[in-house]
Antibody, heavy 123, light 113 residues
């Protein structure tokens, strides 16, 4: 059974930092590109970042570029999101999700999601 | 960036009736090399992560009831629930994966009338 378990959320002051983790199990983590998607309270879904299986190629939304860094440790089956210079508008539930495997390739839509971890940026 | 616009923002339908949600993209999501539309639909129930319903605009994900169907091509897409059940109360999102940044529609809230 595929499981994605996020952790690391919490309350942080504006300008502060947090590192989110997503522990994966039940699938070949090292083969799958992964992504972070966030949802502000009462709002819609916003894609944040993605990383290819090898960890070299990374992608970011303009809203977080230069402040957030996505990474992965395939030996630990874990995805990370380092968040620096946090702003009030970064307050959201952060979900990790894996790309969809279809016909020998991976596509950036998501069949498995974690339960999310809440990040609150407030003084 | 590709902008995804859903309509309506909210919808109330009687049990057993049809529900239709529309999604329009600011540019075509049809990838010419494989003739696939890079459009997915999700259902999000309160307090839950999103659940994938439909991909390639019209392919139902495994385990999704056949009352859910997707249609459309290019820039205009539709999610249809043929006979609304109580458990279908949720917010529905479309998502394009034609290009990064990946973008979602703003969501459509579906309720029982």
């Amino acid at each position: 059974e595929v499981q994605l378990l996020e952790s690391g959320g919490g309350l942080v002051q504006p300008g502060g930092s947090l590192r989110l983790s997503c522990a994966a199990s039940g699938f070949s983590f090292s083969s799958y590109p992964m992504s972070w998607v966030r949802q502000a309270p009462g709002k819609g879904l916003e894609w944040v970042s993605a990383i290819r299986s090898g960890g070299v190629s990374t992608y970011y939304a303009d809203s977080v570029k230069g402040r957030f860094t996505i990474s992965r440790d395939n030996s630990k089956h874990t995805l990370y999101l380092q968040m620096n210079s946090l702003r009030a508008e970064d307050t959201a539930v952060y979900y990790c999700a894996n790309y969809y495997f279809y016909s020998s390739d991976y596509y950036p839509f998501f069949d498995y999601w974690g339960q999310g971890t809440l990040v609150t940026v407030s003084s | 960036d590709i902008v995804m616009t859903q309509s309506p923002d909210s919808l109330a339908v009687s049990l057993g009736e049809r529900a239709t949600i529309n999604c329009k993209s600011s540019q075509s999501l049809l990838y010419s090399s494989n003739n696939k539309n890079y459009l997915a639909w999700y259902q999000q129930r309160p307090g839950q992560p999103p659940k994938l319903l439909i991909y390639w605009a019209s392919t139902r994900e495994s385990g999704v009831p056949d009352r859910f169907s997707g249609s459309g091509s290019g820039t205009d897409f539709t999610l249809t629930i043929s006979s609304l059940q109580a458990e279908d109360v949720a917010v529905y999102y479309c998502q394009q994966h034609y290009s990064t940044p990946l973008t979602f529609g703003q969501g459509t809230r579906l309720e029982i009338k």
